[in-house]
């Protein structure tokens, strides 16, 4: 089986349109998403939509659950919680009531954790080599995938030690090798809102009978997003961080 893997969708539907173009070109047969459909991007509604369309597992975002249950907004930085109050202004209540109904996290049928932050810690930013190495140790499943950092990144342990014991790195392009025994932890990166630098949208494939994950980025019209950002009146940081990537 092979899973495509999207996070941190961020209500950017023309990134997400371009990603899901490419991951039906690449024949996957199903598609996982990591939470944060919503919040930051001006197209919610559309991306609820496209997410609920294209995804076989779906699991919540700290964004998804402040669109349905407002009262965590207190919890976000102001501009990101502006953001959200636009949001949840503009996906109606079907929409808002799938976005409470995903769960923290999941297991997918092809026995793969799926979770936005950590495993077992739904809000865990895992930013460190460290921090990478505890959440595969409490993952009740030996293959993870996590999103929330928008940065991509990987930790493959095999038994005895063996494998990378680092976090970031992960060439894009270049499959990495997973063995059957092997302690698997993956980020795809963000599709609608990179913080890597790179400014393409970023997802990921994990082909599981070969035994192997591939990282993707594809340009989008980012222009095209800005301008409707601007036209909604969603902050300006938020405009511009998308040219950079950060
Ligand atoms: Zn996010």
Same mark, same amino acid.
């Given at each position: ?23 039906? *070109? ?44 407002? %009262? ?59 921090? %990478? ?73 994990? *082909? ?23 036209? %909604? ?6 405009? *511009? ?6």
């Amino acid at each position: 089986m092979r899973i495509g893997v999207v996070s941190d969708v961020h209500g950017n539907a023309v990134a997400l349109q371009e990603v899901l173009i490419a991951l039906e *070109d690449l024949a996957v047969d199903e598609v996982v998403c990591l939470g944060d459909v919503v919040g930051y991007g001006p197209h919610p509604g559309l991306c609820v939509d496209r997410v609920k369309a294209a995804c076989s597992l779906t699991v919540a975002g700290n964004h998804d659950r402040a669109v349905a249950g407002p %009262a965590i907004l207190t919890r976000f930085n102001p501009v990101a919680a502006e953001a959200l109050r636009w949001t949840a202004e503009r996906v109606g209540d079907g929409e808002a009531a799938w976005l409470g109904s995903l769960p923290e996290e999941a297991a997918h049928h092809g026995g793969v954790l799926c979770c936005h932050g950590a495993p077992g810690a739904p809000n865990q930013y895992i930013d460190t080599p460290a921090e %990478a190495a505890a959440a595969l140790g409490r993952s009740p499943q030996p293959l993870a995938l996590c999103g929330h950092t928008h940065v991509p990144a990987a930790m493959v342990l095999h038994p005895g030690g063996r494998g990378s014991d680092d976090w970031h790195p992960w060439p894009e392009g270049e499959p990495l090798e997973i063995r059957p025994e092997a302690r698997v932890l993956l980020n795809p990166g963000s599709v609608g809102q990179p913080r890597d630098g790179d400014p393409r949208a970023a997802y990921a494939v994990l *082909d599981l009978e070969a035994g192997a994950a591939t990282r993707y980025r594809i340009e989008y019209d980012i222009e095209s997003t800005q301008k409707a950002m601007a036209r %909604a009146g969603l902050p300006t940081s938020l405009i *511009d961080r998308l040219a950079n990537g950060r």
